[in-house]
């Protein structure tokens, strides 16, 4: 024990020497070095810390500044914070610092390839794998976890059940039966829009001014609403039962939409109505619509209406949602990723040999008038989609400018195949094939669009599809390839162009781009 004492004392002695030294030189938040002393058999692990450590402890939660300097390192470049909204809006910047760890990158992995970048995809994918070789399953046990999947029971009606328990066979876990659909819109006719309720009695009742209205004048707000917007129209029927009930069933509303222009079917068009360069069609290329009216035709009976209701179509509510139409509110984008080898160099000692994974866009955007613009580039959406409007074709840009993208642009003009009614014929007077319907015909300039007479013209044959999870609903959001081809004027052939690597073209909103466009 006396050696013990006087070895503390020692200690002590040599502390109480060093802060004299420190505080005489004008220190302040020096520290001191306390030398190593050996444990006692008796003096647990958590016992206290000496007085001159707690003492700068204290001094750090006081004046925490005084003990380093504040860095930033999750500032992002505003550039990458762009989305397909308007023009110039940017998303809130995020709190994104670099990735540490191996979930990290595989998050920023699975990023970069929903966006296309394959290349970046990789190299996150490689730093993560390297990292953790099940990080995959920390991804999928984070993101998917099992309590997320409805898990359905294998015996919906067990023979050992009570007497009085209803049987669920007729029950469906994904929701009513579809013959019960329209009865329980049904049940909502009678139903007035609903007040909010008051938390407790003594609450003042809260005025709603809607509940008021008469219906004419109700139904005449959603038609304007769907005029606008008719996505914002269709989110209305979640608001309560009476407004899915007149979105369900106010068919009035559904054949101004489904024949208005905005986005129904009277801005579909089923014949050529200009030219390639956006100009009004010559008397020899327009269609023999024209033709009719100097015959002379024993049978004047007229045209049946090819947008009156049918079996096929029953209502027009049905008939906008089913039948191909284009979408003019956004921009069909096709991404195309594939993988070519390399070349080794002489200077270079490895022994595999390199790939190079190239990633293009392909853009097209469809105009009410007939016309449409083309567009192959490497850039990203968000630095084109803004900027793929009439006037950017064409315009020669500078090369600093963000709208140079739009240099290499092809004007063209499209069409929908499925009209009976008319008989067409192309740029040259050869004939063309109607099509079943969906079939969209897109006649776009050729590489030599900047010449004085140019003469090759590309064609392209797309189909009108569905995709996403939910393809019912989401309706003509895709375009797949049929043909692509090349015209020469001068020889009058036609040359087909391979597409080996090339993808379909999903449409994505922009919402810079106005019903008038």
Same mark, same amino acid.
Request: glycine letters at 6%.
């Given at each position: &024990?006396?050696?013990?004492?006087?070895?503390?004392?020692?200690?002590?002695?040599?502390?109480?020497?060093?802060?004299?030294?420190?505080?005489?030189?004008?220190? $302040?938040?020096?520290?001191?070095?306390?030398?190593?002393?050996?444990?006692?058999?008796?003096?647990?692990?958590?016992?206290?810390?000496?007085?001159?450590?707690?003492?700068?402890?204290?001094?750090?939660?006081?004046?925490?500044?005084?003990?380093?300097?504040?860095?930033?390192?999750?500032?992002?470049?505003?550039?990458?914070?762009?989305?397909?909204?308007?023009?110039?809006? %940017?998303?809130?910047?995020?709190?994104?610092?670099?990735?540490?760890?191996?979930?990290?990158?595989?998050?920023?992995?699975?990023?970069?390839?929903?966006?296309?970048?394959?290349?970046?995809?990789?190299?996150?994918?490689?730093?993560?794998?390297?990292?953790?070789?099940?990080?995959?399953?920390?991804?999928?046990?984070?993101?998917?976890?099992?309590?997320?999947?409805?898990?359905?029971?294998?015996?919906?009606?067990?023979?050992? !059940?009570?007497?009085?328990?209803?049987?669920?066979?007729?029950?469906?876990?994904?929701?009513?039966?579809?013959?019960?659909?329209?009865?329980?819109?049904?049940?909502?006719?009678?139903?007035?829009?609903?007040?909010?309720?008051?938390?407790?009695?003594?609450?003042?009742?809260?005025?709603?001014?809607?509940?008021?209205?008469?219906?004419?004048?109700?139904?005449?707000?959603?038609?304007?609403?769907?005029?606008?917007?008719?996505?914002?129209?269709?989110?209305?029927?979640?608001?309560?039962?009476?407004?899915?009930?007149?979105?369900?069933?106010?068919?009035?509303?559904?054949?101004?939409? =489904?024949?208005?222009?905005?986005?129904?079917?009277? !801005?579909?068009?089923?014949?050529?109505? =200009?030219?390639?360069?956006?100009?009004?069609?010559?008397?020899?290329?327009?269609?023999?619509?024209?033709?009719?009216?100097?015959?002379?035709?024993?049978?004047?009976?007229?045209?049946?209406?090819?947008?009156?209701?049918?079996?096929?179509?029953?209502?027009?509510?049905? &008939?906008?949602?089913?039948? /191909?139409?284009?979408?003019?509110?956004? =921009?069909?984008?096709?991404?195309?990723?594939?993988?070519?080898?390399?070349?080794?160099?002489?200077?270079?000692?490895?022994?595999?040999?390199?790939?190079?994974?190239? $990633?293009?866009?392909?853009?097209? %955007?469809?105009?009410?008038?007939?016309?449409?613009?083309?567009?192959?580039?490497?850039?990203?959406?968000?630095?084109?989609?803004?900027?793929?409007?009439?006037?950017?074709?064409?315009?020669?840009?500078?090369?600093?400018? /963000?709208?140079?993208?739009?240099?290499?642009?092809? %004007?063209?003009?499209?069409?929908?195949?499925?009209?009976?009614?008319?008989?067409? $014929?192309?740029?040259?007077?050869?004939?063309?094939?109607?099509?079943?319907?969906?079939?969209?015909?897109?006649? $776009?300039?050729?590489?030599?669009?900047?010449?004085?007479? /140019?003469?090759?013209?590309?064609?392209?044959?797309?189909?009108?599809?569905?995709?996403?999870?939910?393809?019912?609903?989401?309706?003509?959001?895709?375009?797949?390839?049929?043909?692509?081809?090349?015209?020469?004027?001068?020889?009058?052939?036609?040359?087909?162009?391979?597409?080996?690597?090339?993808?379909?073209?999903?449409?994505?909103?922009?919402?810079?781009?106005?019903?008038?466009?």
């Amino acid at each position: &024990m006396a050696g013990d004492t006087a070895e503390e004392l020692e200690i002590f002695r040599q502390q109480w020497q060093q802060e004299v030294t420190q505080r005489a030189k004008g220190a $302040t938040n020096a520290s001191v070095n306390i030398p190593a002393r050996p444990p006692r058999p008796s003096q647990s692990s958590s016992g206290a810390a000496p007085p001159l450590i707690r003492r700068q402890t204290r001094e750090a939660e006081e004046y925490p500044e005084d003990l380093g300097e504040e860095s930033h390192h999750d500032l992002e470049d505003k550039d990458e914070e762009r989305r397909l909204g308007e023009a110039g809006e %940017r998303k809130h910047p995020s709190n994104k610092r670099e990735p540490r760890s191996a979930l990290d990158h595989y998050e920023l992995a699975v990023e970069r390839e929903s966006e296309g970048s394959l290349g970046d995809s990789l190299n996150h994918y490689r730093k993560a794998y390297r990292l953790d070789a099940g990080v995959d399953r920390i991804y999928k046990n984070k993101h998917f976890p099992p309590s997320s999947f409805k898990s359905k029971p294998t015996n919906p009606n067990p023979s050992n !059940a009570a007497v009085t328990v209803p049987n669920p066979a007729h029950h469906s876990l994904d929701g009513p039966p579809a013959s019960t659909i329209s009865e329980l819109i049904a049940s909502f006719s009678s139903l007035p829009i609903p007040v909010l309720e008051v938390p407790t009695d003594k609450s003042p009742q809260p005025s709603c001014p809607l509940s008021t209205i008469p219906s004419e004048i109700l139904i005449n707000v959603l038609l304007q609403t769907a005029i606008i917007d008719v996505a914002s129209f269709a989110r209305l029927s979640l608001v309560c039962k009476r407004f899915a009930y007149l979105v369900a069933t106010e068919d009035r509303i559904w054949k101004r939409v =489904c024949l208005g222009p905005e986005f129904g079917f009277s !801005a579909m068009h089923y014949n050529w109505t =200009c030219t390639i360069t956006g100009g009004p069609l010559p008397l020899s290329v327009v269609d023999l619509d024209a033709d009719l009216d100097s015959l002379e035709l024993s049978d004047t009976t007229p045209l049946p209406d090819p947008f009156a209701l049918s079996p096929t179509y029953p209502s027009y509510r049905y &008939m906008f949602q089913k039948r /191909p139409r284009l979408r003019f509110n956004g =921009c069909y984008i096709s991404t195309v990723n594939y993988i070519r080898p390399g070349g080794n160099t002489a200077s270079q000692v490895t022994w595999n040999t390199p790939v190079h994974i190239v $990633t293009y866009y392909r853009y097209l %955007r469809f105009f009410r008038d007939g016309g449409c613009a083309s567009l192959l580039t490497t850039s990203e959406p968000a630095d084109v989609v803004h900027y793929l409007t009439k006037e950017n074709m064409h315009t020669r840009h500078a090369g600093g400018l /963000p709208s140079a993208v739009m240099n290499n642009c092809l %004007r063209g003009r499209w069409k929908l195949s499925g009209d009976p009614y008319h008989t067409t $014929t192309g740029e040259e007077g050869h004939k063309e094939e109607v099509g079943e319907e969906g079939t969209i015909h897109i006649e $776009t300039e050729g590489a030599d669009a900047g010449h004085a007479n /140019p003469k090759y013209i590309y064609k392209m044959a797309l189909q009108l599809r569905s995709a996403g999870r939910n393809a019912g609903a989401t309706r003509n959001n895709k375009l797949v390839w049929m043909g692509y081809w090349s015209y020469n004027k001068l020889t009058d052939d036609w040359a087909e162009f391979g597409l080996k690597n090339d993808k379909a073209f999903f449409w994505s909103r922009v919402k810079s781009y106005g019903i008038g466009e």
